[in-house]
């Protein structure tokens, strides 16, 4: 049994979903992407002692984890596996699900739904069976939706179900603010929070640079009404996938980089503060049994306090909308 065992699942299997090969290299640039990224916090600083792959082509897997093994020298992790055999997967700390229909260019994340929660079906028992206390990292979109379908589907305790969520929009957020006010990401604090999608909700009255809030220096900050257009930065945000998918075909390296950030937190038991998915029913006014993006300490129990924000009215009216959004696709859901 292995000390600390991560496990990616990238690719469905083909008997549940019938999709394009296309889908099946989108998926890989995402996550042989993840990959690098989680090689420094992961593999180069010891944060693991065994990396599994889970993937249904064979001849492809078995080229990647070939590649990655011939590395090893040039890191700590000595043990890089891969399989279509979930068995492989035993004892696994963490796994991060990738795997899932790809987004269009111009489609919605809740379109993608059905196609994934299908996916999930299979993919789900499997994890449960061969790793009963693992954390669970949904990556694949719709993210808040798919990550209630893992919580359903494995039975977990919330806290061992994490969506990957705004965690990546937060992140365009502050490099966009950084932007503008001419300052590096990591000096501008803002959050987005709930769905990772078109109804999320930029936190105005939280948004501020050393301490100084900006909504206090600009009361018309991200209105109509605001002449510094601060609105048309959520926009960006918003937009921002759809654009690199234009430009690129696909997202790759932004959220690769996210979930390597999450997964050292979890590994590294760092107590930060992430945007991640998780079940806000009760929580600013949400009545639905939905996951949404709220700030959450993340340890190596997996979720281990949610930070209840300070909201204004109309911000909470948003995230209202925003579960109300999700809720009216996932009841309709076949689990």
């Known amino acids: 049994k292995p000390k600390t065992k991560i496990t990616i699942i990238t690719r469905m299997p083909s008997t549940c979903v019938q999709e394009t090969s296309l889908l099946i290299i989108s998926i890989s640039f995402s996550i042989w992407s993840i990959l690098l990224n989680l090689n420094k916090p992961c593999v180069d600083q010891d944060l693991c002692d065994e990396l599994c792959l889970i993937?249904?082509?064979?001849?492809?897997?078995?080229g990647e984890v070939m590649d990655l093994q011939h590395g090893s020298l040039f890191c700590k992790t000595h043990k890089i596996v891969g399989?279509?055999?979930?068995?492989?997967?035993?004892h696994s700390k963490v796994v991060v699900i990738t795997a899932g229909a790809r987004q269009q260019e111009g489609e919605s994340r809740l379109n993608?739904?059905?196609?994934?929660?299908n996916i999930f079906k299979f993919i789900i028992p499997q994890i449960v069976k061969y790793s009963p206390n693992a954390i669970l990292l949904v990556v694949s979109n719709p993210v808040d939706i798919l990550t209630y379908?893992?919580?359903?589907?494995?039975?977990?305790?919330?806290?061992r179900v994490i969506g990957?969520?705004?965690?990546?929009?937060?992140?365009?957020?502050?490099?966009?603010?950084?932007?503008?006010?001419?300052?590096?990401?990591?000096?501008?604090?803002?959050w987005i929070i709930g769905e990772h999608g078109d109804s999320s909700v930029p936190v105005w009255s939280g948004v501020n640079v050393a301490g100084v809030s900006l909504k206090g220096l600009n009361p018309h900050m991200g209105t109509d009404a605001d002449k510094e257009d601060w609105k048309h930065l959520h926009k960006m945000v918003v937009d921002g996938a759809y654009e690199v998918i234009k430009l690129k075909g696909y997202t790759s390296w932004a959220i690769g980089m996210s979930v390597a950030d999450l997964v050292e937190s979890i590994l590294k038991n760092l107590h930060k503060v992430h945007p991640v998915s998780t079940l806000v029913q009760g929580m600013?006014?949400?009545?639905?049994?939905?996951?949404?993006?709220?700030?959450?300490?993340?340890?190596?129990?997996?979720?281990?306090?949610?930070?209840?924000?300070?909201?204004?009215?109309?911000?909470?009216?948003q995230l209202i909308n925003s579960a109300e959004t999700l809720w009216g696709v996932q009841k309709d859901l076949t689990l």
């Open 55 to 62: 993937d249904v082509m064979e001849e492809k897997l078995k």
């Open 164 to 190: 990957s969520g705004t965690n990546l929009d937060s992140g365009r957020f502050r490099h966009l603010m950084g932007e503008k006010l001419h300052l590096h990401p990591s000096s501008c604090h803002g």
């Open 284 to 317: 600013h006014g949400v009545k639905d049994e939905v996951f949404l993006s709220v700030p959450c300490v993340l340890g190596n129990s997996g979720l281990t306090d949610v930070i209840h924000m300070t909201l204004k009215p109309e911000e909470e009216k």
């Open 112 to 117: 993608l739904v059905q196609r994934n929660v």
């Open 149 to 159: 379908v893992a919580w359903k589907l494995s039975g977990f305790p919330r806290h």
């Open 83 to 90: 399989d279509k055999d979930y068995s492989t997967t035993a």
